[in-house]
């Protein structure tokens, strides 16, 4: 949860049912800023762009050393596009409509609850293809296995990117990066200082 803070002239604002519909609306506002905000960040990062590329993308994010690329490596299944799940999931934060009124000395504190996912229900509409329990959104920034054992070509695997060996073909390490995790975090603080 985040709270929305408004401050207004000093009114009895129990018997002011248009000021509380103004403050709503500012409110539903500043949440809607944010989530296009937040929206356009986690659009325009690497990882996501790269993943939207499918199987044909470039490893712009340099996650793989270059080698392939994150939406064949994942194992996605071609044609799938697995950054939909989370922008659903962004789009469904809402401001609750009742406010919080409170009389302080300076003015009228007016305040809102944001409804929005947990994090763990991002994790859960994120998983790995071939690892139950396991999200890809989070594996990003804490790192996936397997990369050793990749091989990227075109027309293999469920991807048609390319597919696991059997055994290890080089030496190589996933490079964890900065993603969703933080963008998600910043959202909550920005909203946090909203007024």
């Known amino acids: ?45 690497e990882v996501t762009r790269e993943i939207e590329g499918g199987a044909g993308a470039n490893n712009i994010s340099g996650t793989l050393g270059g080698y392939g690329n994150l939406f064949s490596f994942i194992g996605f299944n071609s044609g799938f596009n697995p950054i939909d799940s989370v922008k659903n999931l962004i789009n469904k934060i809402r401001v609750f409509k009742k406010p919080y009124i409170k009389q302080e000395k300076d003015g009228v504190l007016v305040s809102f609850d944001v409804n929005a ?57 996933f490079r964890k990066v900065s993603y969703f995790s933080k963008m998600y975090s910043d959202f909550f603080k920005k909203l946090a200082r909203a007024r």
């Open 1 to 45: 949860m985040a709270e929305l803070d408004y401050k207004k002239l000093n009114l009895n604002i129990a018997k002011m049912k248009g000021l509380r519909f103004a403050a709503l609306e500012i409110a539903e506002s500043k949440v809607d800023d944010s989530k296009k905000n937040l929206i356009e960040n986690f659009s325009s990062h």
């Open 117 to 173: 996912p947990k994090m763990s229900d991002f994790e859960d509409k994120t998983p790995m293809p071939w690892a139950t329990g396991r999200s890809w959104l989070t594996g990003i920034e804490k790192g996936i296995s397997g990369l050793g054992y990749f091989i990227s070509r075109d027309g293999d695997g469920r991807s048609e990117g390319g597919q696991q060996a059997d055994k290890k073909i080089r030496q190589a390490s």
